[in-house]
């Protein structure tokens, strides 16, 4: 299984200044990317295209913004990668982690428990830069739900807007 690169383009997104938004928090739901959210005031969303290895992947990146802090999900289709499907979905979420690591420090790492699900929640961190990250692999989507912000906000990653965040993150039935 090579090293899935699906944190990498949002960094362009995560570096954009914050924008001060209505703190009402709202649950959205994408079912082309199957997965529903809570998040902060209006998202901002954008499709991409992942090259990795031989494979053109939709990546869908959605994207909240309060204060000082993002908090952002990518869903990256996997569905064309050829052993995507009968991968160990431990190792997919391992392949997510380290092509999250691509320039950056890992800084923590524990295994949260989601019946039926592969995860992997870890922080990373460079340049005056935090991303708090969960990974979740749950074919044919790869999942990452983040929560950004900079080293004088860290705080951020863990208060209780971002446990929200991550606690409200559910996969849609397909």
Do not use: C
Request: glycine share 6%; charged share 20%.
């Amino acid at each position: 299984m090579r090293t899935l690169m699906l944190a990498a383009p949002v960094a362009a997104v995560v570096a954009a200044p914050a924008v001060a938004q209505t703190p009402g928090w709202k649950t959205w739901s994408y079912a082309d990317s199957g997965f529903q959210i809570d998040g902060p005031g209006q998202p901002q969303t954008q499709a991409q295209a992942v090259q990795n290895g031989d494979s053109s992947l939709a990546m869908n990146v959605v994207v909240f913004r309060a204060e000082n802090v993002a908090y952002i999900v990518t869903a990256t289709n996997v569905s064309s990668i050829p052993d995507a499907k009968t991968a160990d979905p431990e190792q997919m979420v391992e392949s997510i982690k380290q092509g999250a690591l691509q320039d950056q420090t890992l800084l923590a790492e524990t295994k949260e428990a989601y019946p039926g699900l592969a995860t992997r929640d870890f922080s990373v961190g460079s340049d005056g830069k935090r991303i708090r990250m969960r990974a979740v692999y749950s074919y044919p989507f790869a999942y990452s739900i983040m929560v950004a912000t900079d080293d004088a906000h860290a705080a951020s990653l863990t208060d209780a807007s971002a446990q929200r965040f991550y606690k409200s993150f559910k996969i849609l039935k397909r």
